[in-house]
Nanobody
Framework: QVQLVESGGGSVQAGGSLRLSCEAS????????MGWFRQAPGKEREGVAV????????YYVDSVKGRFTLSRDKTKNILWLQMNSLQPEDTAMYYC????????????????????WGQGTQVTVSS
């Protein structure tokens, strides 16, 4: 089992920054992919950024490339999402997620491949 605890959400004005944190515990050695999804009211859950633990590659949805950055503290099993130049369309509940699957049938940014989820942290960006 893997447990994920998020923190760092909040409210900012457009153009501002936030950093989300996700701390993993439990069988963390079994995590292959770890990252962030988001869900805005009335919309489907969307993959934002994912980190592949085995080679350090990161994957980002096009809408956040150049603005959001993943980083990781491997020893503490913490994954951060630095979000800069936030826009109102970034407003959503952000969920930390992890997959213990060695390979994913779908894209790294598809929710079906992930079997562990945190409770979510709200990010609100006002114009």
């Amino acid at each position: 089992q893997v447990q994920l605890v998020e923190s760092g959400g909040g409210s900012v004005q457009a153009g501002g920054s936030l950093r989300l944190s996700c701390e993993a515990s439990g069988y963390t050695y079994s995590i292959y992919y770890m990252g962030w999804f988001r869900q805005a009211p009335g919309k489907e859950r969307e993959g934002v950024a994912v980190f592949y633990t085995r080679d350090g590659r990161s994957y980002y949805v096009d809408s956040v490339k150049g603005r959001f950055t993943l980083s990781r503290d491997k020893t503490k099993n913490i994954l951060w999402l630095q979000m800069n130049s936030l826009q109102p369309e970034d407003t959503a509940m952000y969920y930390c997620t992890a997959s213990t699957a060695a390979s994913l049938r779908d894209s790294q940014l598809e929710a079906r491949g992930y079997n562990y989820w945190g409770q979510g942290t709200q990010v609100t960006v006002s114009s």
